[in-house]
């Protein structure tokens, strides 16, 4: 357990757990499916105490994401103010917390059979995951004349549009989308590579 100081006033003590189970390759790293965090208001200088904390995190289908961020009064404790969820990035704490508890995917810390296993089972997660995401490039860029091409990921896939837009993102990353800006052109020859990869 760590002590934090989340700003001038808002101290507490945070630690993370996680859930024992079958890792998963993040940045190079095996990491927890799952892991926990929390933060326990300490109190401050007006003599009131701090609110608490408690997270969720998963990877799911390689990106790590938040599930559930929750700010609770303690009794007798101060309120939640605009100043303390303005301090969290939750992309920036997810990824912390589970490479908090990460493991360097070396074969000495890992057994060769569970390694090898690990891989297969990291090779087939990655291919489907670089198939998804030239599924998505291509549903956006068909419809990128439209005005809402993100939309059309998300009603495609069945995500929501935040979830739609990472992986928009990654794809844009990949080199699979134009940078934003990119002429109907730019647009229409990514997609035309994109088909005949198909």
């Not at 998963?58 to 938040?66: A, K, L, N, S, T």
């Not at 670089?130 to 549903?139: E, N, P, Q, Y």
Request: hydrophobic share 40%.
């Amino acid at each position: 357990m760590s002590r934090v100081k989340r700003d001038r006033s808002w101290m507490g003590n945070a630690r993370t757990s996680a859930k024992v189970g079958s890792a998963v390759m993040l940045d190079g790293y095996l990491v927890p499916r799952e892991a926990d965090f929390f933060f326990d208001g300490a109190e401050e200088e007006s003599g009131q105490y701090a609110p608490n904390i408690a997270a969720k995190f998963r990877v799911r289908d390689g990106i790590p994401e938040c599930v559930s961020f929750c700010v609770t009064v303690k009794p007798g404790g101060r309120g939640i103010r605009d100043c303390d969820l303005a301090l969290f990035n939750l992309e920036s704490l997810t990824r912390n917390v589970l490479l908090s508890h990460a493991q360097k995917a070396i074969e000495s810390q890992v057994p060769m059979r569970e390694l090898d296993q690990m891989r297969a089972s990291n090779a087939i997660a990655n291919a489907s995951a670089a198939a998804r995401i030239k599924r998505v490039a291509r549903v956006y860029l068909e419809n990128a004349s439209t005005g809402a091409p993100r939309m059309a990921v998300a009603d495609s896939f069945g995500f929501d549009p935040r979830h739609a837009s990472r992986l928009i993102a990654d794809a844009r990353l990949a080199g699979l989308i134009p940078p934003l800006g990119a002429s109907d052109e730019e647009l229409a020859s990514a997609l035309e590579a994109i088909k005949q990869e198909s």
